[in-house]
């Protein structure tokens, strides 16, 4: 592990240069390194701000105080082949023209770069919503958040009016994407047990989920929506929906229609956009601020550029929409930018990137799920189950990856 960066480095001209190690960079430094056993003068760098990789898609189980944020952050030193550099550094810009990496610990060059920096809360610029909600985007945000609604029960214990109690105990949610309905499924059924231990009636805790649309998990089939609402439902989680939020006030979320919907904590869920970082620099962006890229995944005008994971504005040719954030198209552009920079490497054709969907599986609450999957809905245990194993198999791939080349597909 680094975290300097040599001046001749800073000039190599052979080298790949993988910005950010969340899901789509890691596994374009996972496959690669398998791959470059015939190339020893390339040299392939990962920088990130962290030393460790974060899983994020298991946040809100810390959010909901039944997983430890160090649980879900893996220290890179565990996954990365040795022909990694790693470079721990903050990225704080792009010197296109000179092709160098800009960073804390000085310019890294690059031949050929890889940005996967994934996203941040979008706030919609919905006024106080910044400052006065708690975010869900990495395992410090999570921890933070179980800390508050603990606090916001235990404040309310020590209350005396019922009514009083009520408003502090209440989380409200907003957002009704995967997130925030994972989020809320876990502190509904985690609440009451806080509650007990602090001597407070269990069904004091509320949870609210507040979502701008007709329904919570947009775009998902109605069956699907259907199960997860009755799920919610059945742990108490209170759903809005139509309510959009006009701003975030000292005293709760004032909605569109003009209601204030109070509460002891706030946790906005409600959409990503792209890192400022990228929208200062010169890399064509679209929706969100995405960056645009041609059906290799290298940025239009740029082709020394590959871009990956949640930054990358890809559209699937069969619905005609830009993939969502996910960590599942992470992961399958990873595979795909890996095999392109070995292409170019082995002075093959590039690859043209496909998105093989592998359904859609949501927990609700720390014991069941929901789940679409060929067409099939489920919704219960057996949705759950499948949501550990995803988790398990991801955590095993991560750790066991390593100078691992798959079988080409
Ligand atoms: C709470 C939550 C739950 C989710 N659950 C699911 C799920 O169940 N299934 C699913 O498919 N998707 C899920 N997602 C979406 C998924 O997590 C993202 O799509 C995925 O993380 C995107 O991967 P990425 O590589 O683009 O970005 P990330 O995984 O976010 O990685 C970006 C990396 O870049 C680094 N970085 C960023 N900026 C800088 C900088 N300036 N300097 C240095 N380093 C930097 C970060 O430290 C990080 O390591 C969830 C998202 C959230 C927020």
Do not use: C
Not at 93 to 106: H, K, P, S
Not at 210 to 233: D, F, N, Y
Not at 236 to 257: C, H, M, P, S, Y
Not at 271 to 298: E, F, I, M, Q, W
């Amino acid at each position: 592990m680094e975290n300097a960066v040599h001046a001749s480095t800073a000039r190599s001209s052979g080298q790949i240069v993988l910005a950010g190690a969340g899901y789509a960079g890691l596994h374009v430094a996972l496959r690669l390194s398998a791959k470059l056993s015939n190339h020893p003068a390339v040299e392939l760098t990962l920088v990130d701000r962290h030393d460790y990789h974060q899983v994020i898609t298991e946040l809100p189980r810390v959010a909901g105080g039944t997983r430890a944020a160090d649980a879900v952050r893996i220290p890179l030193k565990d996954m990365l082949a040795e022909r990694v550099r790693f470079v721990q550094t903050e990225i704080n810009g792009f010197d296109l023209a000179d092709r160098r990496l800009l960073t804390e610990a000085g310019p890294i060059g690059y031949a050929r770069l890889v940005v996967a920096l994934g996203s941040r809360p979008n706030d919609f610029a919905i006024p106080g919503l910044a400052q006065r909600t708690l975010s869900l985007y990495s395992a410090s945000d999570a921890e933070r958040a179980w800390e508050a609604a603990s606090q916001a029960v235990s404040a309310a214990a020590a209350a005396d009016e019922p009514e009083r109690q009520r408003r502090l105990a209440t989380v409200v949610v907003g957002g009704g994407g995967a997130t925030g309905v994972e989020l809320a499924g876990e502190l509904a059924e985690m609440l009451p047990k806080v509650a007990s231990r602090h001597g407070l009636a269990p069904d004091r805790p509320a949870v609210l989920l507040v979502e701008a649309g007709p329904t919570i998990l947009a775009g998902s089939s109605p069956q699907l929506i259907g199960k997860a609402t009755r799920i919610l439902s059945d742990l108490g989680v209170q759903v809005r929906t139509n309510a959009a939020i006009a701003a975030a006030t000292k005293e709760g979320f004032r909605l569109k229609d003009g209601q204030l919907v109070e509460g002891g904590v706030f946790v906005w869920a409600g959409g990503v956009k792209a890192p400022g970082l990228v929208a200062d620099s010169a890399l064509p962006t679209g929706h969100n601020g995405r960056v645009k890229v041609d059906r290799y995944l290298r940025v239009l005008d740029h082709p020394e550029i590959y871009v990956a994971g949640d930054l990358a504005s890809v559209t699937d040719p069969r619905t005609g929409h830009v993939l969502p954030p996910l960590a599942q198209v992470a992961l399958e552009e990873g595979e795909t930018v890996a095999r392109n920079l070995d292409a170019e490497l082995e002075d093959r054709p590039l690859e043209a990137f496909t998105f093989h969907d592998k359904g859609f599986v949501v927990s609700v609450g720390p014991r069941r799920g929901v789940a679409d999957i060929a067409g099939f809905t489920s919704g219960g245990r057996m949705a759950h189950l499948l949501k550990d194993a995803i988790e398990w198999e991801y955590r095993q791939s991560v750790t066991h990856l390593r100078g691992w080349d798959p079988v080409a597909r």
